[in-house]
């Protein structure tokens, strides 16, 4: 029997490759996938699969009215998010508006096309490490409470309670994933990695926030895709950490895509960043054994991975642009 998964995001990074994902290794699974965007740069992170029998591509705002979307649905896989950390200081309204609103319409939906039959429908919410605040030291755990420190990560924690409540209410199996900064090929140009190889190919220095010893923990976007597939074929229900427990610190990031670039390895500018980030927490660490003592595993190692991410950038340069 076909499943049928909605995936909202569809054109985003994360969203599109788990399109793709699914597309190749599931011949068994359909995929709506429902996206608000149109730019036509970003459909070219789904070239190849558009034309697939199993895949349909469906423009709407999910704000709106989505229940047509929503019926017959085996999975929701939501993505879809607004997750700029700098833009959600300058704008928070429309983080609260897409990231909380858009969440809420998503259970409505399933509640009232299911009704107390609501088991029937899976919601995956996809959420993040930033949720738990800065991480002084040591690892955040499942249970650990929650500490927003911008409004960006403040809207996905709101959402991640509305998951809990709508679905405990209701009876819809749930599974709520918060994952590390992923890496991979088509990320949005003003994320830091595809910035800093830009940055390195026009030979420009590479703008560091504060002194670079800011620590963030890497995933490979395929093997987020991949846990995610993990826990649903198990039928596991709850909060799940996805993360490959390596760490860089932002200026060791820098000179890693340098190196990788041939580049002189000084080519760095610290800029201060008080006035773009009022607040910007040092390190984000969460542990990933709960999922692990389940039996998944990373399958990218990130000296490797980023290495092959940065030489797709720079032999692709027109997704730079």
């Not at 569809?10 to 969203?15: H, M, R, T």
């Not at 190849?48 to 704000?63: E, H, P, T």
């Amino acid at each position: 029997m076909t499943r049928r998964v909605l995936v909202t995001g569809c054109l985003g990074f994360i969203g599109s490759r788990f399109v793709k994902y699914t597309l190749d290794n599931f011949k068994d699974v359909s995929v709506i996938g429902l996206d608000m965007n149109v730019d036509q740069k970003n459909l070219r992170r789904l070239d190849g699969y558009l034309d697939n029998s199993r895949f349909q591509l469906v423009y709407a705002d999910l704000k709106g009215d989505i229940s047509d979307v929503i019926e017959n649905i085996d999975i929701v896989v939501h993505f879809a998010s607004k997750t700029f950390v700098d833009h959600s200081f300058r704008s928070a309204e429309s983080h609260v508006r897409n990231n909380i609103f858009g969440t809420f319409n998503i259970l409505e939906q399933i509640r009232k096309l299911k009704g107390y039959k609501s088991q029937d429908t899976i919601m995956v919410q996809v959420s993040t490490d930033e949720v738990y605040g800065q991480a002084e030291e040591g690892f955040f755990y499942e249970e650990s409470p929650l500490n927003p420190t911008n409004p960006y990560s403040a809207t996905k924690a709101s959402a991640d309670m509305l998951v809990l409540g709508w679905c405990q209410s209701y009876g819809i199996p749930f599974i709520i994933t918060r994952t590390e900064n992923n890496y991979g090929e088509y990320q949005h140009i003003q994320k830091v990695l595809p910035a800093f190889v830009k940055k390195a190919l026009a030979d420009e220095p590479l703008p560091v926030y504060g002194d670079g010893k800011h620590k963030r923990m890497w995933l490979h976007v395929e093997d987020h895709c991949s846990a995610i597939w993990f826990l649903i074929q198990r039928k596991s229900r709850g909060i799940f950490h996805i993360a490959g427990a390596e760490e860089l610190e932002n200026v060791q990031l820098a000179h890693k895509i340098l190196a990788v670039l041939d580049k002189p390895e000084g080519r760095v500018t610290f800029i201060p960043d008080s006035h773009i980030r009022p607040v910007h927490d040092r390190r984000y660490a969460i542990s990933g054994s709960k999922l692990q003592n389940l039996g998944w595993r990373p399958e990218w190692k990130m000296a490797e991975g980023l290495e092959k991410v940065i030489k797709w950038y720079a032999e692709n340069p027109w997704w730079l642009l």
